[in-house]
């Protein structure tokens, strides 16, 4: 195989700022909720934080995986649409330098980004434009690339809009051809609620793997009980990750159930949480790990994001989590 991952997802800069409560209330945000904005809308929530020095990387949640399995030692390859602006060169250049090879397409506009508001409590607030993000196709897709791949990995924002859903069923449909195994992430909790119905017939038709966390499984299935929760998702397939904060993981393989603890951190910034989580677990997998192992990965690369600012770690992630790798 040529890659232990492809990604696809929406590639967006990472505008991180730290805020208190009042600009919430200001803008009329509800804490915790990803966004999806208008550039007006954007533009306006730039000019309220511009007194405030920001954070700007390479981001998206299925990008800033597909970076943390590379830094872990995997191959990964990422898919998604740019725009033709600087910021679509320094994105691809972030991403290649990451160590994650670029499948990244470029049509004429601006590229997508997310505003992410930190609050006090370290709790994150997401303000989406998409921009030329929601111009991918599925001819943007390399079919030969996802088809060399252990996992193809998708992220549930792409749902959003209906030209990205083609590429996915696309790219799914041809993984599925191919022997591929399919991860989903469900990635947020108002995504679930726009596009329930048409998870559940994805995941009936393609996933293998499901990650979700409480909020989400819970506008899925309709139960609040983790373990309710993932006999329900199990209707549907046999692989469950269902995260549950500092109450750790729940996973679940063919109804055999593994609780893993969270690895307890003083957060600072929960932006990229799950994502950090589906990396350290993907790479576990693809690299032969049994499923606690990978569990207990999967958590500790969690801690190491939610403990210092950004989607990502600063510095050797593989050694911060050295002592969970084979």
Sequence with gaps: MKYDVYGLG????????HVDDELHR???????????????????????TSHRTPIVALGGSCANSMVMIAQLGGRAAFCGNLGNDELAK???????????DSYTKKSVGMTGSTVILVSPDAER??????????????????LEAIGLSKYLYVEGY????????????HALAHAKTQGVQIALSLSDAFVVQRHKEAFIG??????????????????????????????????????VVLTLGKQGSLISVDGQAYHIDAVLVEAVDTTGAGDSFAAGYLFGLTQGYEIAQAGRLAAKSAS????????????DFKGQVREYLK
């Design 10 to 17: 929406n590639p967006l800069v990472d505008v991180i700022v």
């Design 26 to 48: 200001e803008l009329g945000l509800a804490k915790g909720t990803m966004n999806l904005v208008d550039r007006e809308r954007q533009e306006v929530i730039l000019a309220k």
């Design 90 to 100: 320094e994105y691809e250049a972030q991403l290649i330098k990451a160590g994650v």
């Design 125 to 142: 607030t997401m303000n989406t434009h998409l921009g030329q993000c929601q111009e991918l196709t599925k001819e943007a897709l390399d």
């Design 158 to 169: 792409l749902w959003d809009t209906p030209k990205q859903q083609e590429a996915v069923l």
């Design 202 to 239: 994805l995941i009936k038709d393609y996933v293998d793997l499901v990650f979700c966390n409480q909020m989400e499984a819970e506008y899925m299935t309709g139960e609040t009980d983790p373990q309710k929760i993932v006999e329900a998702l199990h209707q549907w397939t046999s692989h």
């Design 304 to 315: 190491v994001v939610v403990g210092q600012v950004g989607p990502r770690f600063n510095g």
